[in-house]
C-alpha cells in the first residue's frame, strides 16, 4: 500500500502549496508551502506547520505571535499537488500583518487599484514585542 506522502505530487524543491481556510466560516486565511517533515508533523501534533521559504527553515504557526492554526481536516486535491488544510485560528489572526486573512487587499479591476478591505485587529508591533 502506498503512503499518502508518496501520492502527493512534491515540486522540484520537494515541496507542496498549501491553502488555509478558517473552519467555521470557510475563508481564505493563508497561503504557505510543506514539504514531507512538516506534513508529517502536521497530522502527528494537529497544528500546523509550514516550510519558510525565505527563510529556509521549518515553522510553526503561531510560534511566535501565539496564533496557533488547530488542523480539522486535510484535504489533496484532484490532481494531488496542493493541500487544503482547514484549521482553527488561535485569537483570529493569520497575517503577521495583524490581520483575520493574509488576503486582505483586493484588486479595484476597474482601476487597478490595491484596496485593503480588512481592519489590523492587533498591531504587529505588539504582536511580536517580545520576539525582536
Given at each position: 500500500?502506498?503512503?499518502?506522502?508518496?501520492?502527493?505530487?512534491?515540486?522540484?524543491?520537494?515541496?507542496?502549496?498549501?491553502?488555509?481556510?478558517?473552519?467555521?466560516?470557510?475563508?481564505?486565511?493563508?497561503?504557505?508551502?510543506?514539504?514531507r517533515?512538516?506534513?508529517?508533523?502536521?497530522?502527528?501534533?494537529?497544528?500546523?506547520?509550514?516550510?519558510?521559504?525565505?527563510?529556509?527553515?521549518?515553522?510553526?504557526?503561531?510560534?511566535?505571535?501565539?496564533?496557533?492554526?488547530?488542523?480539522?481536516?486535510?484535504?489533496?486535491?484532484?490532481?494531488?499537488?496542493?493541500?487544503?488544510?482547514?484549521?482553527?485560528?488561535?485569537?483570529?489572526?493569520?497575517?503577521?500583518?495583524?490581520?483575520?486573512?493574509?488576503?486582505?487587499?483586493?484588486l479595484?479591476m476597474?482601476?487597478?487599484?490595491?484596496?485593503?478591505?480588512?481592519?489590523?485587529?492587533?498591531?504587529?508591533?505588539?504582536?511580536?514585542?517580545?520576539?525582536?
Open positions: 500500500m502506498r503512503s499518502y506522502l508518496d501520492t502527493i505530487k512534491w515540486n522540484n524543491e520537494g515541496l507542496v502549496p498549501v491553502i488555509v481556510q478558517e473552519t467555521a466560516t470557510n475563508k481564505v486565511i493563508m497561503f504557505a508551502w510543506m514539504n517533515e512538516t506534513l508529517e508533523r502536521s497530522i502527528q501534533e494537529r497544528k500546523a506547520i509550514y516550510w519558510s521559504r525565505s527563510r529556509k527553515k521549518v515553522w510553526m504557526k503561531g510560534e511566535e505571535s501565539g496564533h496557533i492554526q488547530y488542523i480539522d481536516s486535510i484535504a489533496l486535491d484532484c490532481d494531488q499537488d496542493s493541500i487544503l488544510l482547514k484549521v482553527r485560528q488561535e485569537g483570529g489572526i493569520a497575517c503577521h500583518t495583524g490581520r483575520e486573512s493574509c488576503f486582505y487587499n483586493n479595484e476597474n482601476t487597478g487599484m490595491l484596496i485593503e478591505i480588512e481592519p489590523v485587529i492587533k498591531d504587529p508591533n505588539e504582536i511580536y514585542k517580545d520576539k525582536k
